[in-house]
T-cell receptor, first 110, second 113 residues
Framework: SQQGEEDPQALSIQEGENATMNCSYK?????LQWYRQNSGRGLVHLIL?????REKHSGRLRVTLDTSKKSSSLLITASRAADTASYFC??????????FGKGITLSVRP | EAGVAQSPRYKIIEKRQSVAFWCNPI?????LYWYQQILGQGPKLLIQ????????DSQLPKDRFSAERLKGVDSTLKIQPAKLEDSAVYLC???????????FGQGTRLTVV
């Protein structure tokens, strides 16, 4: 079963704009991670936030976590055409089980 | 550091045939995952190994799917017999024991006709 539920399902923005993606989950977690998948490729890890953290930054990425609402958001600032991809949130729970959501398709128009 | 290796990259089989996928995780990674990703969906966990023991196989269709991890390193995933709905990309991933991110292979795209 899917643990995470991303929102929106699809997002289209202009290059240079910011992209915000949301993820909600159901059960308690040890950490939450975001991955990117380019068409026909494997998933690439972007950023991880632990359950006792509220915000994390990495380059143009900013992730927040609200464990009381069981939700997370990923912000990509100053988007580029190369950011076009599918984005997935994944939760790590007990026994290191890593469960993915359905994904968000991001299109960045040049 | 070498990444997660998977083979074959592509496979086309007829329904009711059998197929096997191979995965070589990153050296030293104790945890290995097999995921099934149907087109347009997120990866669905099929089985998780810790060294050569199974941690979670609750979503593995055990009547047709089997997996093993020999000596806690390489792993194979087998489907026998295949159904049309098994058409998907099969992804292998590995991590260190706990906490950090998963590293994924390129996947095997299976088409059942």
């Amino acid at each position: 079963s899917q643990q995470g539920e991303e929102d929106p399902q699809a997002l289209s923005i202009q290059e240079g704009e910011n992209a915000t993606m949301n993820c909600s989950y159901k059960t308690s977690i040890n950490n939450l991670q975001w991955y990117r998948q380019n068409s026909g490729r494997g998933l690439v890890h972007l950023i991880l936030i632990r359950s006792n953290e509220r915000e994390k930054h990495s380059g143009r990425l900013r992730v927040t976590l609200d464990t009381s609402k069981k939700s997370s958001s990923l912000l990509i600032t100053a988007s580029r055409a190369a950011d076009t991809a599918s984005y997935f949130c994944a939760t790590r729970g007990a026994n290191s089980k890593l469960t993915f959501g359905k994904g968000i398709t991001l299109s960045v128009r040049p | 550091e070498a990444g997660v290796a998977q083979s074959p990259r592509y496979k086309i089989i007829e329904k009711r045939q059998s197929v096997a996928f191979w995965c070589n995780p990153i050296s030293g990674h104790a945890t290995l995952y097999w995921y099934q990703q149907i087109l347009g969906q997120g990866p669905k966990l099929l089985i998780q190994f810790q060294n050569n023991g199974v941690v979670d196989d609750s979503q593995l269709p055990k009547d047709r799917f089997s997996a093993e991890r020999l000596k806690g390193v390489d792993s194979t995933l087998k489907i026998q017999p295949a159904k049309l709905e098994d058409s998907a990309v099969y992804l292998c991933a590995s991590t260190k024991v706990v906490g950090p991110e998963a590293f994924f292979g390129q996947g095997t795209r299976l088409t059942v006709v």
